[in-house]
């Protein structure tokens, strides 16, 4: 049974940073790509970056690259989200997901209906 617990969110100024970290259990890295999604108010769920372990493939939407960076470390079974320059515009609940890949197949999944497996939230405001 896969697990996904998110953590490392809070309040922030704009230009500054936060670190997400996802804890995944029931899982292996290498057969898993393990994405990072936000919500915000309102609106839908919507894919910031993607990683898969088996490949080293990463993936961040235009909105978030160069300031967002997704890495993992196997070992402790642990995606990473570190957010700098934050903007007010990056004010949402933040989750994980985890979906199965098949190495040498497809790229980094970054759209919802491709999970099966999420955590739970974590909040990042980001004030002006």
């Known amino acids: 049974d896969v697990q996904l617990q998110a953590s490392g969110g809070g309040l922030v100024q704009a230009g500054g940073s936060l670190r997400l970290s996802c804890v995944a259990s029931?899982?292996?890295?290498?057969?898993?790509?393990i994405g990072w999604f936000r919500q915000a108010p309102g609106k839908e769920r919507e894919g910031v970056s993607c990683?898969?372990?088996?490949?080293?493939?990463?993936y961040h939407v235009d909105s978030v690259k160069g300031r967002f960076t997704i890495s993992s470390d196997d070992a402790k079974n642990t995606v990473y989200l570190q957010m700098n320059n934050l903007k007010p515009e990056d004010t949402a609940v933040y989750y994980c997901?985890?979906?199965?890949?098949?190495?040498?197949?497809?790229?980094?999944?970054?759209?919802?209906?491709?999970?099966?497996?999420w955590g739970k939230g974590t909040q990042v405001t980001v004030s002006s």
């Open positions: 990683i898969r372990s088996d490949d080293g493939n990463t």
């Open positions: 997901a985890a979906t199965y890949v098949v190495t040498g197949f497809g790229g980094c999944p970054i759209f919802k209906y491709e999970y099966d497996a």
């Open positions: 029931g899982l292996s890295f290498d057969e898993y790509a």
